[in-house]
């Protein structure tokens, strides 16, 4: 199974022409704003996103119409990204490093598909660890 991580400090994110490529694949517009808070939902260019890693995408036009709670959970592009999504692989395939943002690196991983696996990370680095056991201090099991 391919996984996408992100091997660099920062976290996860991707390019503004990436983030475009991506929602052409879903079947969606992209549409970029600002994500200062001063300029919340000002439209910007691509080329304008490109220069900046601090942008938000989402399929409507003007955000300001839509219902906070709607605009977040509906209309958001980019949020929680399914890593294994086979879009979100294929534009990481098609773009190379182009992917990357200057806060972003992002790689595909192989895991088998019989393991169990997660995500770890630390300060934006992430790797994928195997699922196992695990006991806290009051010997209680859970998994990991």
Known sequence: MKVAINIRHGGFGLSAAAVKRYAELKGKIAYFFSANEDEKFAPITIEQAGQDSWFTVFDVPN????????????????????????????????????VNTDMSEIKVVEVPDD???????????????????????????GQI
Do not use: M
């Open 63 to 98: 955000p300001k119409e839509i219902d906070e709670n709607e605009l977040w959970n509906k209309h958001y592009i980019g949020r929680d990204y399914n890593r294994t999504d086979k879009d979100l692989i294929q534009v990481i395939e098609e773009f190379g490093s182009k």
């Open 115 to 141: 393991v169990k696996w997660h995500i770890d990370e630390y300060d934006g680095v992430e790797w994928i660890a195997e699922d196992h056991r695990c006991w806290d201090q009051d010997g209680e099991y």
